[in-house]
């Protein structure tokens, strides 16, 4: 395994990556301004520190670190600071390979063995294309096993927060939430418009359609995927703010209709991708 970091570049952009550190974007420039939160690769400590990290085989938590699938029951151990629930899978925190680096495309791949993390077995490959205009990334997990296994995808980006920083998203629903995090109830939400400075959202949404669109002074944003659900992060008095395409409601596990609220049951041998793309272009 190589630990040394990829970039690509694509006229004025230039993307890095550290398949070492949880197969994490650890910037995306263009020109000398970062579009996501971007470190220097050769700098970035953690996946958690990165501009975009995969989610992967579930986003968001999972309620309490445990969980029930096909009569039996599971746990999960803690990976996320002093919450009670396990956060965004696993693949953010192992190590990746780089199959394949060129120019302006790579590829890496992960294969996970059943452990305290995650009881399932599973391989990733995650693909990157840099265009001039534009980045891609595509997700694919496989189930190797011989039993049905549940699924997530998704992505965890951090874009820098300026002054004048705004998104533009269609939407139609925001799942509330409980003082731990995990989802409560659906409510009705019309959009979202506004100055991210005056915005207040740790929350999943649903009927996300279009792209996202987020502008500030120096860069125009266009944020789209093949993923139904969208998290918007928007913390006080941090320098990012976080939009995250992913498939399911977070704590979809343990819904009573899992399936409906995104989660799928993937059977053995079979495979399920997702892509989302970042058009990039100056203000």
């Known amino acids: 395994m190589t630990q040394t970091p990829v970039e690509l570049r694509a006229g004025a952009l230039r993307l890095a990556v550290r398949a070492d550190l949880g197969g994490a974007i650890a910037g995306l420039w263009r020109g000398d301004v970062p579009v996501l939160r971007s470190t220097e690769p050769a700098d970035l400590d953690s996946a958690r520190l990165s501009g975009c990290y995969p ?3 579930y986003a ?3 309620g309490y670190r445990r969980f029930r699938w096909l009569g039996h029951e599971h746990r999960t151990a803690p990976n996320f600071d002093d919450s009670p629930h396990s956060l965004h899978g696993v693949a953010w925190l192992r190590a990746w390979d780089v199959v394949r680096a060129a120019p302006t495309e790579a590829e890496l791949a992960y294969r996970h063995e059943p452990d305290a993390h995650w009881p399932f077995a599973f391989e990733l490959r995650q693909c990157f294309v840099l265009t001039p205009e534009a980045l891609e990334v595509q997700l694919t997990i496989t189930n190797p096993t011989a039993q049905p296994q549940p699924v997530g995808l998704g992505w965890h980006p951090y874009f820098p927060k300026r002054h004048r920083s705004r998104m533009h998203i269609e939407l139609s629903e925001r799942w509330e939430s409980d003082a731990t995090g995990l989802p409560t109830r659906r409510v009705p939400q019309s959009g979202i418009d ?7 959202f740790d929350h999943c949404f649903e009927g996300w359609h279009g792209p996202a669109q987020l502008r500030d002074e120096k860069l125009a944003v266009r944020l789209s995927s093949s993923l139904p659900y969208l998290v918007v992060y928007t913390p006080e ?3 990012y703010y976080c939009v995250e395409p992913v498939s399911h409601v977070s704590n979809a596990l343990h819904m009573a209709e899992p399936a409906a609220h995104g989660l799928h049951a993937l059977a053995p041998g079979a495979s399920l991708g997702a892509w989302m793309k970042l058009e990039v272009a100056a203000a």
Do not use: Q, T
């Open 55 to 57: 989610l992967v085989p």
């Open 60 to 62: 968001g938590r999972l």
């Open 194 to 200: 506004g100055d991210v400075a005056h915005l207040a």
């Open 237 to 239: 008095g941090k320098p």
